[in-house]
């Protein structure tokens, strides 16, 4: 029995050896980078992120806040849905709510901290607008923590410029989607009869100067015959205050007929 006198001091020696090394405090590490010391043990890969994100608030819960790829569902209707549209080159557009309810885009841009799991986005003069935590992102799901700040509508901000899109008389018959800069921005079913004078229909947004994408969709057609075209085409916008686009689809052709110009278009 003696030996087992000394064997015991010496494992519990050993085992608050192994106790302290644990608990060490490793020297290279400041504990007050707010990027360190909020340390969540997950894997984020943020390429995922580089799409647009329309906000889906049927799904959010007491935890969460769920955002699904703009482009993968038709979101029901609603009067406002956040989106971001996180780009490669570290800009982010995102929708403004102005006064008079209208929709538009602002450019701003987004840094990821990858040991926090914290995504901030800054307007375009560099101010600070949105910082929340990302806890899942597929290329199917965007999740993030619940915060007042995630929710509110950002408002009060002037968008670069405002654009009408009038769709003329080609569309007749069709159900025409639209996105720009792969934001959903307009769906209608529109009617067989031609307006006498004008477009079949108009719709405004806000959008950023310089480089924008347009994306539409239409399906349907005239006299029995079903008519799916796709059409794609970028566009400037410079430092006009407003802009007006003409769109026609022509079936025979395939093809859509745009036209850009600063002044509205006069239909007789």
Known sequence: ?????????????????????????????????????????????????????????????????????????????????????????????????????????????????????ILSISDKYGDALRQFEIVELTDSIFKITVDDNNYPEIQDWEFDVTVQFDLLDGFADRTVSIQLNGVQSYNANLPLGAPLTGPMDSFTTGLPRGHNQFDATCSGGTSGMMMNHEHSFEFELGDADGYFIALNDDDVMDSLTVVLQISPFIYL
């Open 1 to 117: 029995m003696p030996q087992l006198k000394h064997i015991f001091p010496l494992a519990l020696l050993l085992l608050l050896a192994v106790s302290c090394e644990d608990d060490a405090v490793d020297p290279n590490i400041d504990p007050t980078n707010s990027d360190i010391a909020d340390t969540n043990h997950y894997t984020i890969n943020i390429d995922e992120l580089t799409q647009a994100w329309t906000h889906s608030y049927e799904e959010d819960d007491s935890t969460a806040t769920i955002f699904r790829p703009s482009n993968s569902m038709e979101f029901p209707v609603s009067r406002y849905r956040q989106v971001y549209n996180f780009g490669t080159d570290s800009t982010c557009q995102y929708i403004v709510l102005a006064g008079n309810d209208a929709h538009g885009y602002q450019t701003g841009t987004w840094t990821y901290a990858e040991t926090s799991k």
